[in-house]
């Protein structure tokens, strides 16, 4: 028997006695993407979080009473910087806004809403210490919301602070209705 046959009969019994005793190299590609699909779905799923948790579908109602004119919420609410989206139905509209504590420390609030891209119906959601646009993607900086106005930043809404309170006029919610007129948009 030649070299050749004689290495390739050797081959042959070694790769037999390898499936026999289960030691044979297997490929880990099969492996390799099973973990980037996990990796994947993961990853998935938590983006899906947070953007479902900041999701304006996801707004609390405004917390006013029959007759009152104002809404008003604890300070303490916004202690952690996360920003808390709202909604006030004023008739036919449903008024999105936004409150948090900016990294400068300063409580502030704004629509969900733009001069530029309201038609979208999108708002903000927070990404970190910045509001960013859900429909062109800007990124504003917390602590030029309700400082900046026009173009893309969010639209300012006015606040107080009284006695641990932040106190918002319902005149001035129903005055941004018109970021939330869809009538006639697509």
Not at 28 to 44: K, N, Q, S
Not at 164 to 180: A, N, P, S, Y
Request: with cysteine; aromatic share 8%; hydrophobic share 40%.
């Amino acid at each position: 028997m030649s070299k050749k046959g004689k290495k390739n009969s050797q081959d042959k019994i070694a790769a037999k006695k390898a499936a026999v005793l289960g030691t044979e190299k297997r490929s880990r590609l099969p492996l390799l993407v099973g973990i980037v699909v996990a990796i994947v779905i993961v990853g998935a799923a938590v983006v899906y979080k947070n953007q479902s948790s900041v999701n304006p579908s996801a707004s609390a109602s405004t917390p006013a009473t029959a007759g009152s004119t104002s809404v008003s919420f604890p300070v303490s609410l916004f202690e952690d910087g996360k920003a808390r989206h709202f909604e006030h139905v004023d008739g036919k509209y449903t008024i999105r806004y936004f409150v948090l504590k900016s990294s400068d420390g300063v409580i502030r609030a704004a629509f969900d809403a733009c001069d530029v891209c309201w038609p979208a119906g999108k708002g903000y959601y927070q990404e970190g210490d910045a509001m960013v646009c859900r429909n062109c993607g800007r990124r504003f900086a917390s602590v030029l919301v309700n400082e900046v106005k026009g173009g893309c930043n969010p639209a300012p809404l006015n606040r107080t602070l009284e006695n641990g309170e932040l106190v918002i006029q319902l005149k001035d919610i129903v005055d941004g209705r018109q970021f939330f007129n869809f009538e006639g948009k697509v």
